[in-house]
């Protein structure tokens, strides 16, 4: 890939989902994958596939495939993935969900680590080693740590005020699990993902029904 090559958006928002499958197979001792293997995995066409990975200049070997070390690499590199880039983030609301989320050690493997994490009810001055504030400090805390990524768990009605608190404290990319059909009135400089997990397995659901029914 030369320095000048812009790689479609469409191919990026496909990388994680390369780069996931990617990682768990050199966590399952594979050293190569074909380019069938991670069409079926990611639900796409081999043409598509081929098309994606010619971006990241990674060569594949007819009946072989792509080795997967490189790939990793490559991958990792395009998302901004590589270990001496370390993306920093806050978490609002730590109840079950957000919980869950500050324990998760998957994200180290992405290079996100939770600087600190805020909630109207603080019972510790820690969380897993991730130092917690009363959320009426996010004014004061976020921009000394000098973090610009929240990951919002607050419940749903919450999320509106949580998430202009965090923008008025220097937040520039929101991760909202908050309530996906929440659409958060925010200056556009601010990117805000809506997680919905619930989409996500309605979708699981009615491809797993039209498998079913088509008898696979
Ligand atoms: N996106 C998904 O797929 C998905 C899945 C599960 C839950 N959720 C959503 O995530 C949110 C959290 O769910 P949960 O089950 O963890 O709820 P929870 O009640 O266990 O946790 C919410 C936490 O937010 C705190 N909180 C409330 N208002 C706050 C504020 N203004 N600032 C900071 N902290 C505040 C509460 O004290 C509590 O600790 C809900 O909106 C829920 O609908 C989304």
Do not use: L, Q
């Given at each position: 890939m030369s320095a000048e090559t812009v790689i479609p958006l469409p191919s990026i928002r496909r990388f994680p989902g390369y780069y996931y499958t990617v990682t768990r197979a050199i966590m399952a001792g594979e050293t190569h994958i074909s380019t069938s293997d991670l069409a079926r995995r990611a639900n796409l066409t081999p043409i598509q596939v081929r098309k994606d990975i010619e971006y990241t200049g990674v060569k594949g070997r007819t009946?072989?495939?792509?080795?997967c070390d490189e790939l990793e690499q490559a991958l990792g590199k395009i998302l901004g993935l590589e270990f001496e880039h370390e993306y920093r983030a806050v978490l609002i609301g730590v109840g079950s969900l957000g919980g869950a989320l500050l324990g998760h050690r998957g994200f180290q493997q992405y290079g996100i680590r939770f600087e600190a994490a805020f909630d109207?009810?603080?019972?510790?001055?820690?969380?897993r080693g991730i130092p917690l504030y009363e959320a009426e400090r996010m004014g004061e805390i976020i921009p000394s740590l000098g973090v610009e990524i929240a990951v919002l768990t607050v419940p749903q009605e919450a999320a509106s005020a949580a998430a202009q608190n965090c923008v008025s404290a220097g937040i520039r990319g929101i991760w909202n699990?908050?309530?996906?059909s929440l659409h958060l009135e925010l200056p556009p400089r601010v990117l805000v993902r809506n997680i919905d997990l619930g989409l996500r397995f309605s979708s699981f659901f009615a491809e797993f029904h039209h498998l079913e029914r088509d008898g696979r």
């Open positions: 009946r072989i495939g792509y080795p109207i009810d603080v019972r510790s001055e820690e969380f699990f908050s309530g996906a």
